[in-house]
């Protein structure tokens, strides 16, 4: 179930600017796009990785359903525009192990992330402490915005985790969707995590 706050985000991604929301949720199906997932899902593991202006980062992925493809340049597209960016890094990911189950936040500004197959992820409720305790987990389809620490002074960060699936046979399709790397805002910290 989403809390409250994430129900709030859920109609306009520009809630997302607001310093109360460190996350946001966009509820939606899946509806034929699942089948299209679930063959690369179930050839995980693999890393897809694109970047650059949206049509670009898109067609650097390869190979992949055409229906998949313009769902993800739809969601790219949106992205940079809330973003106010030309060019964005796009990673489409099938997983079948516990990479990134710990419960952390990203060394980035805002992250995109839906699951076309699988267990969605993991986030901890606005206002609650940064634990495995309480976690909510995104239905497969649901699109999230997840706040990274460096968004801006006094935005606080979701913490989440993806969920483990490498002793259950369970697989992942993960899209990621982030702003370029500004080396300049990156200061002393360290580099984006790959989940």
Known sequence: MLDTIDTACATDWQTIRHADCPILVEPRTLAGLAALAEPLALSAPFELRGEGPVGEAVRALGEIPAELCEDI???????????????????????????????????????????YWGPGTDYVPAG?????????????????????????????????RSPPVGDTGERRLV??????????????VPPPASC
């Open 73 to 115: 340049r739809d969601l790219a597209t949106r992205f940079a525009a809330l973003m106010g960016v030309p060019a964005v890094r796009i990673r489409l990911e099938g997983i079948n192990t516990n990479a990134c189950r710990k419960v952390h936040a990203d060394y980035t500004d805002l992250r995109l992330i839906t699951t």
């Open 175 to 188: 899209l990621v969707i982030d702003t370029p790397l500004d080396e300049s805002r990156m200061g002393h």
């Open 128 to 160: 609650q402490e940064p634990s495995d305790a309480g976690l909510v987990r995104l239905p497969a389809g649901h699109v999230a915005l997840f706040k990274g620490r460096l968004f801006g002074e006094g935005h606080a960060p979701c913490f989440h």
